[in-house]
């Protein structure tokens, strides 16, 4: 079994996808941010971010999974199925969008905004009501304030937290841009599946489980599925479902479960199983 870090004696290193200054960078402080050492690697794409942690290169990784108001993020329930990692924790932030631009910019300057898709579409009325934004996605909500700040332009701004304000040396020119208040991103710590028990310090019991299944394509097949999780005592929380790849009209389902006592997601297992084609536990750990 793998010792935990602390006692191997070194520092935490977590890939990210996005910049410092993103809000998987505030994710990640919050989660782990009083660790000792602890070293965030910036990485362009999700797919980088996982690469690095099954080659050894991060010790983890931690990405967002769903959004209260977008929903799931697709590719990195493809991701923890594909990969020999496991969800080792998650927890839930609140997200702030703000208007950002470089020291002693006016708003009347700004004539483009620029952000991560998923930012701009959750400032849609602020972005209404200012008609003479020319407004451009970006690959990262920090990233825009960096990429503002590196090439010094005073009639761009970027939408993004304002840790990337800080982290960049811009300023905010309008806090709390988002359309709703009640806007929560749920952020997954991942580890390899190798990875020890005790692998991360501070490790508290489970009470939630991930899991990914395949079903012969037949009726009532799903629901009989549905039916041993419920039989098992295990409280469905969560149900989505992504294509297989290479087989049309063929889907992964994917759950998630809470139970108060850990027998209980055992049975729950046992009984997909003997059911089910495939069953992937994406991870066991505690709820936020």
């Known amino acids: 079994m793998n010792l935990s870090l602390a006692n191997e004696g070194h520092g935490l290193k977590i890939a990210i996808q996005g910049e410092m200054g993103s809000n998987s960078h505030m994710a990640t402080a919050a989660m ?6 602890l070293e965030i690697i910036a990485c362009s794409v999700s797919a980088e971010v996982l690469a690095k942690v099954v080659s050894g290169e991060a010790d983890g990784a931690v990405l967002p999974i769903e959004n209260s108001l977008h929903g799931s993020v697709a590719e990195h329930y493809d991701l923890l199925l594909e990969l020999p990692v496991r969800i080792e924790r998650e927890s839930l932030l609140r997200i702030r969008h703000n208007l950002i631009a470089m020291p002693g910019v006016k708003l009347e300057e700004v004539r483009q905004v620029m952000s991560h898709p998923v930012a701009l579409s959750q400032c849609r009325r602020f ?44 300023e905010v020119l309008v806090a709390g841009v988002e359309d709703h208040a009640e806007n929560y991103t749920r952020f997954h710590l991942v580890l390899r599946e190798d990875a020890g028990d005790d692998y991360i310090e501070g490790a508290v019991p489970a009470d939630k489980m991930s899991l990914a299944f395949a079903i012969e394509h037949r009726p009532g097949t799903l629901v009989a599925a549905l039916e041993r999780l419920a039989a098992a005592g295990v ?54």
């Open 235 to 288: 409280d469905l929380t969560k149900i989505e479902s992504r294509p297989v790849p290479g087989s049309p009209w063929e889907y992964v389902f994917y759950v998630d479960v809470r139970f108060d006592r850990r027998a209980k997601a055992d049975t729950a297992v046992a009984a997909l199983r003997k059911h089910c084609r495939m069953v992937k536990v994406l991870g066991q750990y505690r709820a936020a």
């Open 32 to 37: 782990l941010g009083n660790r000792k050492g």
């Open 127 to 170: 972005l209404v009501e200012h008609p003479e934004f020319q407004v451009v996605s970006f690959y990262d909500t920090a990233g825009s304030v960096k990429h503002l700040m590196t090439l010094g332009l005073r009639d761009v701004a970027g939408i993004a937290p304002e840790l990337a304000a800080t982290e960049y040396g811009a």
